[in-house]
């Protein structure tokens, strides 16, 4: 009778379990490596855009249907030093810089700085209309300073953080080859910015990715879905005006409750927010109140892969019948391989772009039901990783499928890269 009822409890046990291991597993990418079946970006026509290195995220701004990216200047100096990935080995002096992307001649201009010197690791980015001029943008860039305080501090500086993170905040008038630095943005609430989204040139939202800034507590934040320590804070300015990064800087934390939040991004409608959780492969649809400016979380949509900075693609091209238009998630093939790449200048990472919309209308208080494919895949030697990927419309010719430039990059990837694709 204890034999049975100890192997009830262990049925029990593997039942409930199963679901929550497999799921973990298949997300990590542990039972996962690239085959002959799937859609390598040599087997695509596609383009690399030239300088453009390590360009963490992609912006798509649809007025002047240009590409905004921030991006690196060399490749070597982010496998020593660049906190998101846990890379210490600094500081690191080294001036990252802002592109605009032609998609129509798949060139990138760079853009001169104006009153700025660096230094400048890049992250999340956000592109935001001068509400005073539309002929403008502000451009928000997660700036991952080393502490120079920690590194003068001598043997007995460990309880003194090595990151100093902050946000720069760009000006560039549209048409031109220059962005102005209108001031910098710190505050204690900044912890582990990854990336960025704005309602106004003084107030927006910035995920911070972990709790711990290093050590093994992070890495518990990577792997275990209960680690749900991250959260994402909402920063109100006073003022432009500002030599001091600290001042006039107001902040609260928005929302908290999810595990490993990364990147933000432009929903559907005018208040939809687009948060992902990186290791447990979740977009969240969420809300902002503009009273409380708290965030609310909608829904929920799962991924077999590791997802990073969401996109939503608005088919111009709709009708009543046919709507092309969806959420667009880059992914790694195997994120657990992050653990001994993350600083090795010639590791090799995988990626995955999912494309996902849902089935048909949501009638009231029903359940989304959603389409997921994978529109792309790539085992990292075209494309080494990937945290940001949107579509640019293609113009559909009669009789044929629509179709879309897949623009993908990456937080290591040597460049960008296109790739047409079907919707």
Known sequence: ?????????????????????????????????????????????????????????????????????????????RFKWFPPLGNFEGPVDSTGSIHVIDPRTMKSTRLAF???????????????EDPDSPDAVYIFVVNHLPNMVYYHAGPHSQEIPRACSQVELFHHVLGTNTARHVRSIRHPL????????AESPLSFYV?????????????????????????????????LESEQAETGVDAKVALT??????????????????????????MYRGRTNPETRNISIVDEVHFDSSIDNPSYYTDPYRTSSEDAGGYVLAGLLRCIDLAKTHANPNGKDGVMVWYTRPKAAKEEGGVVEWETRLIFE????????????LLVPIEPKPQEKKKAWLFVTGFVSESVIAVEVLL
């Open 114 to 128: 104006e009153n700025f010197a660096g230094p400048l690791v890049t992250h999340g980015i956000e592109v935001l």
């Open 190 to 197: 900044i912890v582990t910015p990854n990336d960025i989204i």
């Open 257 to 282: 409750g999810l595990q490993n939040n990364n990147g933000l991004g432009h929903g559907q409608s005018k208040g939809e927010l687009l948060i992902s959780s990186a290791t447990s492969g979740i």
């Open 378 to 389: 790539d085992d990292g030697t075209n494309i080494r990783s990937s945290s940001t990927a």
């Open 1 to 77: 009778m204890g034999n049975l009822l100890n192997l009830a409890i262990l049925t029990m046990l593997v039942a409930t379990l199963y679901g929550p291991v497999y799921r973990r597993l298949t997300v990590l990418g542990v039972l996962r490596k690239a085959t002959d079946e799937v859609r390598l970006a040599a087997q695509q026509a596609f383009y690399r855009i030239e300088d453009t290195m390590q360009c963490e995220d992609l912006h798509y701004y649809t007025p002047t249907h240009q590409i905004f990216t921030a991006c690196e200047d060399s490749v070597l100096p």
């Open 207 to 239: 995920t911070n990715d972990h709790f711990y800034r290093d050590g093994f507590k992070r890495h518990i934040e990577d792997l275990f879905p209960a680690a749900k320590w991250s959260n994402i804070v909402h920063v109100q300015l006073d003022s």
